[in-house]
Structures are given as C-alpha cells and as structure tokens.
C-alpha cells in the first residue's frame, strides 16, 4: 500500500511527528491507512483545525491502553505492555517533583525548614525517593541494554529521527537560554526576560522530557523479554511505584506540616513564580500523585500478569 | 445539521455510529467518516475512529477484509451485529420512555 511519492508531505511535518509517534504495532497496522484516510480528508476539505489533537488523544490512548486493542497487533511480552504507563509515570514524578524543588527553593522556605525540622525531614524524603527511583531505573535498564548488545532475537531498535533529535535540541537550547540568563545582570525572576527565559526553559524541559520518553518506551518495547529482563522491569516497576507513591505522601506531609506550623509561607502575594502559593504547591502534589497512580498501576498489572505467567505454566 | 444542546452533537460513541454505519455493509475508514458525518451529523477524526476500529476488531466485533485498491474495508462480525441490536434496544427504550414521559408532561 504505497503512496505516491511526496503525497505524505501534504500532511505537514506535525501529523507526520504525531503518526510516527504512534506505537510501533500501531503503525505495522494502521499506519498506511490513516495516511490514506487524512489525506483523503484533506483534498476533500474534511480536515479541521482540532484534527492534530484527535490525532494526539489517539496517540496517547494507544500508548497507555495497548491491551484494549487487538492482541495479534500488540506486544506480546507480558510485562512489556505496562512500560509505556510507567514511562510516562516516571516523568510525570519528575516534572512535578522538579517543579515542587523549584518552588520552595527561596530562602524563606529554607529559613522555615532550618526552623521546623518536620519541613525539612519531608523534603530530604523526597529527595530520598527521587535519588532512589533514578538508581533502580539504572539498575533495570541494564538487562535491557545488555541484551541490546548482544542483539538477541534479531532485535533492531530503530528510532525515529524527531526522537533524538527534540531531546538533544532541548538541551541545547536550554543551555542557551541559562547561558543568556547568566549574561544579563541580577537575577530576578520578575523581570520579564527571566519569566520568559523561565517558561521558555520549562517548556523546552518538558518537550525534551517528553520526546525522552517517547525513545525509551520505544527501546523498552523492542527488546525481547527474556527472563532476567522481564523480572528486573516488574521489580522497577514496583519500587517506582512505592518510590512515587511515597514521594507524594513526602510532599504531602510537607504541605500539611507547612499549613500548620507556617500558614503565611503559603499564602503569599508574590507571584506564582517565585514564591509558591498554596495553589502552585497543590498543582505540584497532584502532578506527584498522577505520577503515583500511573507507576503503581503498573506495577499491579505487571505483578498479577507475571503472577498469572507462573499460574498457566504450572 | 444542528448541534444537539445535550450532547453537542455526538449522539453516540464512536463504536456505535461505526457498527451503525457497518451494518448498512462493509467500509474503508474515509467511507465510514463520510457515512457517519452524513446520518449522525459527527465528523470523526482520524485519531478517533482508528482508536475505536482498533477496539472493535479487539474485541471481534468487526473485521478487516481483504485490502481493495489500497484501502482496508472493514466489516461487522456476528458478534458485533449482536452487540449493536442489544445496545439499540436499550436506546429505543429509553427514546420511547423519554417521549411518553414529553407526552404526558
């Protein structure tokens, strides 16, 4: 089913980012018709301006909910099918995490923490499970890129160039905007060129976070699950989904021990920027708690799928 | 076609309008959107209506035929027919319900 050559470029680069974003057993199945179909829809004026976030809710659904579509498509390892959930989990817990450090980071929190020992034993908690997660993240991809090594089973990873391409152009761009940010002088952020240096920063950390995940899903799902690598993937997922839950009680307890020993540290007039309010401090803690549900969810379906592996093989 | 104030439009779930478009035969997915469009008033994005074509050849409530010049027909299973005739008979319960209900109001 080949197009004509060039008839996929009048998609535009954007449906293109979202169609080869699509999980691999997606796009061995789907892929050539919906070109066909959006293409369709194109010459015959049927596209609308909301087409590319259908496109994206569709992305996102087939990457988090692969056992509700069919099974011959999907991937067959049973573990496997629980990363992407996890993945997206892990940088969900980053990015709140990141965004609860960046917030408490001034010196009146620093000077309540040094004041009320609660504050501080909450936020060396989230340090505490941060450091960990990222440690048993390490330890369970090394059975995976062992195996990579090997290249066992014919296994070929291939990535899509916007994969490598966003996270590295992220970074080189955020490089930029800290070193122009060091260039001008003082630095407060309610200056207009730092808050946009801030967002600019923010964003291209959450693209370069996202685009991250995308390539390690990617990877994850290529690798055939032998079973040392189906073992150390269930045992990550399950420390990452205690960590994050965890995590979330840690930032949790912070608020609430902050609520009652300082409430003027969170009901301050400014900006949400700079100091955190209560509102910007919940943002963060429901973001961690997201981060909680997806990893634990997914360490509960690994467990029971390797749980019902063990029952059918006896 | 207006938009219904309820619903803004989407009368059903995207499954129910394709096994409702399947039933009158098989179609490719620019066919389903264009027959859908024309008896529901919903235009289906792609995204959507590959997501639920995925879920229903998931759960063998349709099937995909044979590629036909380089388009994928799809068709509805048995199982599909009996699932859309069961769902049809609750609505067409609760259409006839809700116009006695008008009626006698």
Same mark, same amino acid.
């Given at each position: 089913?080949?197009?004509?050559?060039?008839?996929?470029?009048?998609?535009?680069?954007?449906?293109?980012?979202?169609?080869?974003?699509?999980?691999?057993?997606?796009?061995?199945?789907?892929?050539?018709?919906?070109?066909?179909?959006?293409?369709?829809?194109?010459?015959?004026?049927?596209?609308?301006?909301?087409?590319?976030?259908?496109?994206?809710?569709?992305?996102?659904?087939?990457?988090?909910?692969?056992?509700?579509? !069919?099974?011959?498509?999907?991937?067959?390892?049973?573990?496997? +099918?629980?990363?992407?959930?996890?993945?997206?989990?892990?940088?969900?817990?980053?990015?709140?995490?990141?965004a609860f450090a960046k917030l408490v980071e001034d010196p009146p929190f620093t000077a309540a923490a040094r004041q009320h020992q609660a504050l501080s034993w909450w936020g060396d908690a989230l340090v505490v499970c941060a450091v960990a997660t990222a440690?048993?993240?390490?330890?369970?991809?090394? !059975?995976?890129?062992?195996?990579?090594?090997?290249? %066992?089973?014919?296994?070929?990873? %291939?990535?899509?160039?916007?994969?490598?391409?966003?996270?590295?152009?992220?970074?080189?761009?955020?490089?930029?905007?800290?070193?122009?940010?060091?260039?001008?002088?003082?630095?407060?952020?309610?200056?207009?060129?730092?808050?946009?240096?801030?967002?600019?920063?923010?964003?291209?950390?959450?693209?370069?976070?996202?685009?991250?995940?995308?390539?390690?899903? %990617?990877?994850?799902?290529?690798?055939?699950?032998?079973?040392?690598?189906?073992?150390?993937?269930?045992?990550?997922?399950?420390?990452?989904?205690?960590?994050?839950?965890?995590?979330?009680?840690?930032?949790?307890?912070?608020?609430?021990?902050?609520?009652?020993?300082?409430?003027?540290?969170?009901?301050?007039?400014?900006?949400?920027?700079?100091?955190?309010?209560?509102?910007?401090?919940?943002?963060?803690?429901?973001?961690?708690?997201?981060?909680?549900?997806?990893?634990?969810?997914?360490?509960?379906?690994?467990?029971?799928?390797?749980?019902?592996?063990? +029952?059918?093989?006896? | 076609?207006?938009?219904?104030?309820?619903?803004?439009?989407?009368?059903?779930?995207?499954?129910?309008?394709?096994?409702?478009?399947?039933?009158?035969?098989?179609?490719?997915?620019?066919?389903?959107?264009?027959?859908?469009?024309?008896?529901?008033?919903?235009?289906?994005?792609?995204?959507?209506?590959?997501?639920?074509?995925?879920?229903?050849?998931?759960?063998?409530?349709?099937?995909?035929?044979?590629?036909?010049?380089?388009?994928?027909?799809?068709?509805?299973?048995?199982?599909?027919?009996?699932?859309?005739?069961?769902?049809?008979?609750?609505?067409?319960?609760?259409?006839?319900?809700?116009?006695?209900?008008?009626?006698?109001?």
């Open positions: 089913m080949k197009r004509p050559g060039g008839a996929d470029r009048e998609l535009g680069w954007s449906v293109r980012l979202l169609l080869g974003s699509y999980p691999r057993w997606w796009r061995l199945r789907y892929d050539d018709e919906m070109r066909d179909t959006l293409l369709a829809l194109r010459e015959d004026g049927g596209w609308r301006r909301g087409g590319c976030c259908d496109l994206l809710r569709g992305l996102v659904d087939a990457w988090l909910h692969p056992t509700h579509f !069919p099974t011959e498509h999907r991937m067959t390892d049973r573990t496997t +099918r629980f990363v992407p959930r996890a993945a997206w989990g892990l940088l969900l817990f980053v990015l709140a995490g990141s440690l048993v993240m390490t330890v369970a991809t090394l !059975p995976s890129f062992a195996a990579l090594a090997r290249s %066992r089973s014919g296994c070929r990873v %291939r990535l899509p160039a916007p994969l490598v391409v966003v996270p590295v152009s992220a970074l080189a761009v955020s490089a930029t905007l800290l070193l122009a940010r060091q260039v001008a002088d003082g630095t407060s952020v309610h200056r207009p060129s730092h808050v946009g240096a801030f967002l600019a920063l923010a964003l291209v950390t959450a693209l370069g976070g996202i685009a991250s995940t995308l390539a390690l899903v %990617r990877v994850a799902t290529q690798v055939p699950e032998e079973p040392s690598i189906a073992r150390s993937r269930t045992a990550a997922m399950v420390a990452t989904g205690v960590l994050t839950g965890l995590g979330a009680v840690a930032v949790l307890g912070w608020t609430l021990t902050a609520e009652a020993e300082t409430p003027h540290l969170l009901h301050t007039q400014n900006g949400l920027l700079a100091t955190p309010t209560l509102l910007t401090v919940l943002i963060a803690l429901a973001g961690l708690g997201g981060a909680a549900v997806l990893c634990g969810s997914s360490a509960v379906g690994a467990l029971s799928s390797r749980g019902a592996a063990q +029952r059918s093989s006896r | 076609m207006a938009k219904d104030p309820l619903t803004g439009g989407r009368y059903a779930e995207p499954s129910v309008l394709i096994l409702t478009s399947l039933a009158g035969g098989p179609k490719h997915g620019y066919a389903l959107i264009q027959d859908i469009q024309e008896f529901a008033g919903v235009l289906l994005g792609a995204g959507t209506l590959y997501g639920a074509l995925a879920r229903l050849e998931g759960r063998n409530l349709i099937r995909a035929l044979d590629v036909d010049d380089r388009r994928r027909p799809y068709a509805m299973t048995s199982k599909g027919s009996t699932a859309l005739q069961e769902h049809l008979t609750v609505l067409a319960k609760i259409a006839r319900i809700g116009r006695r209900r008008l009626a006698t109001s």
